[in-house]
């Protein structure tokens, strides 16, 4: 029997891009939101800079989000959902599901 190719596996293909807590918890908050810019995103996540900055640019690599200059002086943006990140939603609401039906609620 063939052993399967697991290289090329959507599952990881996914994962690689969004697959870590904090790009799920960015994702969440355009989804509850709408469009956010850097420092709402760092308020309301409680993030580092760095790690939010590196989260949202493999997003935007992977056409997840789209980026829209609201500034010029100082360079200032917006993040966006693009159609590839929106078709996303199945998927964040089978895992808010998932953590309703499944996991104690923390408060």
């Known amino acids: 029997m063939e052993k399967p190719n697991r290289e090329n596996c959507p599952i ?4 690689n891009v969004m697959g870590d807590q904090w790009s799920l918890l ?4 355009f989804f509850l939101e709408g469009p956010r810019r850097f420092q709402d995103l760092q308020d309301l996540l409680d993030v580092s800079p760095n790690t939010l900055s590196s989260r949202l ?17 100082p360079p200032r943006w917006e993040y966006r959902l693009s ?9 964040m609401n089978a895992l808010h599901d998932w953590g309703t039906a499944h996991m104690p609620d923390l408060a």
């Open 57 to 73: 640019k493999r997003l935007e690599g992977a056409d997840i989000l789209v980026r829209h200059q609201y500034s010029n002086n």
């Open 12 to 15: 990881m293909r996914a994962t």
């Open 83 to 91: 159609e590839k990140g929106k078709a996303l939603a199945p998927v």
């Open 26 to 29: 960015i994702l969440r908050e």
